[in-house]
Nanobody, 127 residues
Framework: QVQLVESGGGSVQSGGSLRLSCAASGYTSRRNCMGWFRQAPGKEREGVAAIVTNGGSTDYADSVKGRFTISQDNAAMTVYLQMNSLKPEDTAMYYC????????????????????WGQGTQVTVSS
């Protein structure tokens, strides 16, 4: 059973930093697409960042480029989202998502389809 468990959310002031973690389990495929998404109240869900676990290519939403960094620890089956220079508009519930066992030619990006989702972790940025 695939499980994705997010952690690391919290409340910070504008300009601060947080690092989110997504601990994954329940699968053995090596080439996976892991993504971070967020959803603020009253807004649509937005893809934030994505990474291929075997290859390391990344994709970011324009709104977070230069501020957020997605990374991975394959041995620990954990994906991270380092968030710097946080803004109040970054306030949202952040979700980890996975598309497992992707082909080498398959795209992995913030607008992809992800079958597996975590429960989310709240990030609140105050001005």
């Amino acid at each position: 059973q695939v499980q994705l468990v997010e952690s690391g959310g919290g409340s910070v002031q504008s300009g601060g930093s947080l690092r989110l973690s997504c601990a994954a389990s329940g699968y053995t495929s090596r080439r996976n697409c892991m993504g971070w998404f967020r959803q603020a109240p009253g807004k649509e869900r937005e893809g934030v960042a994505a990474i291929v676990t075997n290859g390391g290519s990344t994709d970011y939403a324009d709104s977070v480029k230069g501020r957020f960094t997605i990374s991975q620890d394959n041995a620990a089956m954990t994906v991270y989202l380092q968030m710097n220079s946080l803004k109040p508009e970054d306030t949202a519930m952040y979700y980890c998502a996975a598309d497992l066992g992707i082909d080498w030619w398959a795209p992995c990006g913030v607008s992809g389809n992800y079958p597996f989702w975590g429960q989310g972790t709240q990030v609140t940025v105050s001005s």
